[in-house]
């Protein structure tokens, strides 16, 4: 079982039941992927796992640990030479839950909770794992004194991590990571940033020597030529068309840090500006007043114009960390409807879920990287056999599961888009274990007559 893996590795202050029952909950919770707590668990095992949330002892960084130790070792054998991890935050609202103690606010007077997740990915885009996870409410469990904390948190645990892992690495990070002291923080000597910036501050370009404010230099950099990305927006994929351009430089401090502070350096800009945009169908949905244009700061040394193509993909593949948080939120494990007593509890149950939802975006990822893998790695026998006969032809790889698993929620393959993406993949597992209860139901039945 995946769920094994992912916990065999942590909790040992636990008791093993505890450990047994988070697998056993973990498994039924991602083949029933939108169902509530209570409805997939049972009450009476709902309350047990409750439980376990709710222990004194218990904490995000334990509840992870067994994963994290599972993703770098996948992050040690994956394809590919570099690891890419993103790190972001996002906000959950429990505004609803006025018996939840501990909450603060996250907006105005909307009650609820951060998280801010470091993703661990391959240069295929594959999710490998968390690698960290900061849970807090402002004023409450887990408060930060800087927010800003969280980049520099998010940056230990890589350097921790992945320091020994026998691959360069590339932390990426989007605008709200535009820090000056970040870009001089201690990194383990395999590790890169990569920062979309956009703060107005003075950037040197070196071939010229004279500092600019930012986006003037963006607008004087060599230009590297053309290429196209695949995003999200609006939850809806769109292909980019680019340019780009690129060139090393060095950054000044910021105007409220001592002037003798010494700028950043051994640094590189790399500007992607949209010139077109087209949707999965190949239909034009460019938006001249909206078009994208990524001011992206990175230690990765940019020598030549594949240089400065890599660095946008990388800073591309930061997309997969919102689908993360998507999952999370409302694409199979609706994480703002879960009713707990104290935030303690539901940090607990947060990390918890964390680790189905990356599960899910694996295995929706892995088909389009291993589609010959065969198929019993991700499901069982008799879920095999419920599939062949869906499609009434042999389901021998990962590719022919998740084909005939699409057919189970009407999913209609096309050219531009062959495989269900992760939202209509939880339905169609939620699916599947509905009809493997009918299946089992009506053979203990047929048994008893």
């Known amino acids: 079982?995946?769920?094994?893996?992912?916990?065999?590795?942590?909790?040992?202050?636990?008791?093993?039941?505890?450990?047994?029952?988070?697998?056993?909950?973990?498994?039924?919770?991602?083949?029933?992927?939108?169902?509530?707590?209570?409805?997939?668990?049972?009450?009476?095992?709902?309350?047990?796992?409750?439980?376990?949330?709710?222990k004194e002892k218990m904490q995000t960084e334990k509840m992870l640990a067994g994963h994290v130790q599972a993703t770098v070792e996948r992050c040690r054998g994956s394809a590919g030479e570099r690891i890419i991890v993103g790190q972001d935050?996002?906000?959950?609202?429990?505004?609803?839950?006025?018996?939840?103690?501990?909450?603060?606010?996250?907006?105005?007077?909307?009650?609820?909770?951060?998280?801010?997740?470091?993703?661990?990915?391959?240069?295929?885009?594959?999710?490998?794992?968390?690698?960290?996870?900061?849970?807090?409410?402002?004023?409450?469990?887990?408060?930060?004194?800087?927010?800003?904390?969280?980049?520099?948190?998010?940056?230990?645990?890589?350097?921790?991590?992945?320091?020994?892992?026998?691959?360069?690495?590339?932390?990426?990070?989007?605008?709200?990571?535009?820090?000056?002291?970040?870009?001089?923080?201690?990194r383990a000597a395999n590790v890169d940033l990569l920062v979309r910036v956009h703060q107005p501050r003075k950037v040197e370009v070196s071939a010229q020597g004279q500092p600019l404010p930012l986006q003037k230099a963006a607008e004087q950099l060599p230009a590297q030529g053309t290429m196209q990305?695949?995003?999200?927006?609006?939850?809806?994929?769109?292909?980019?068309?680019?340019?780009?351009?690129?060139?090393?430089?060095a950054v000044l401090p910021d105007k409220d840090v001592r002037a003798a502070q010494p700028k950043a350096t051994d640094l590189f800009l790399v500007v992607a500006q949209e010139t077109n945009a087209f949707d999965e169908q190949g239909a034009c949905v460019f938006d001249p007043q909206g078009a994208a244009c990524w001011l992206l700061l990175t230690s990765y040394a940019v020598k030549q114009a594949t240089d400065a193509f890599q660095v946008v993909r990388w800073y591309a593949l930061r997309w997969r960390i919102e689908r993360l948080h998507l999952v999370l939120k409302s694409a199979g494990m609706q994480v703002e409807k879960l009713q707990f007593d104290d935030v303690h509890t539901l940090f607990n149950a947060l990390a918890f879920y964390s680790i189905i939802a990356w599960r899910l975006l694996y295995l929706t990822y892995l088909v389009r990287q291993q589609p010959e893998l065969p198929a019993q790695e991700c499901?069982?026998?008799?879920?095999?056999?419920?599939?062949?006969?869906?499609?009434?032809?042999?389901?021998?790889?990962?590719?022919?599961?998740?084909?005939?698993?699409?057919?189970?929620?009407?999913?209609?393959?096309?050219?531009?888009?062959?495989?269900?993406?992760?939202?209509?993949?939880?339905?169609?597992?939620?699916?599947?274990?509905?009809?493997?209860?009918?299946?089992n139901l009506w053979r203990d039945f047929s048994l008893q007559d």
């Open 1 to 54: 079982m995946w769920a094994a893996v992912e916990f065999s590795g942590g909790l040992q202050e636990f008791h093993g039941r505890n450990r047994s029952s988070l697998i056993r909950a973990a498994e039924l919770l991602l083949v029933q992927a939108g169902s509530s707590f209570s409805r997939a668990l049972g009450n009476t095992f709902r309350q047990a796992i409750a439980h376990i949330f709710s």
């Open 89 to 186: 935050t996002t906000y959950y609202n429990y505004s609803g839950h006025k018996a939840m103690s501990g909450l603060g606010s996250i907006q105005g007077n909307i009650k609820g909770c951060l998280q801010h997740n470091v993703l661990a990915l391959d240069e295929q885009g594959l999710t490998l794992g968390l690698l960290d996870q900061q849970n807090w409410t402002r004023g409450g469990l887990g408060h930060l004194e800087k927010e800003s904390d969280k980049w520099f948190n998010g940056l230990a645990a890589v350097n921790k991590q992945l320091a020994e892992v026998g691959k360069p690495v590339v932390l990426v990070q989007d605008r709200e990571a535009d820090i000056f002291r970040l870009f001089k923080a201690q």
């Open 229 to 249: 990305v695949r995003v999200y927006r609006n939850n809806q994929p769109v292909i980019l068309a680019l340019s780009v351009s690129a060139a090393p430089v």
């Open 379 to 439: 499901f069982q026998q008799p879920e095999i056999k419920l599939l062949q006969a869906k499609v009434k032809e042999p389901v021998l790889n990962l590719e022919q599961a998740i084909k005939a698993l699409g057919k189970l929620v009407n999913f209609q393959p096309t050219k531009k888009q062959p495989l269900p993406g992760v939202k209509l993949f939880a339905q169609a597992l939620l699916k599947l274990n509905h009809m493997m209860e009918a299946i």
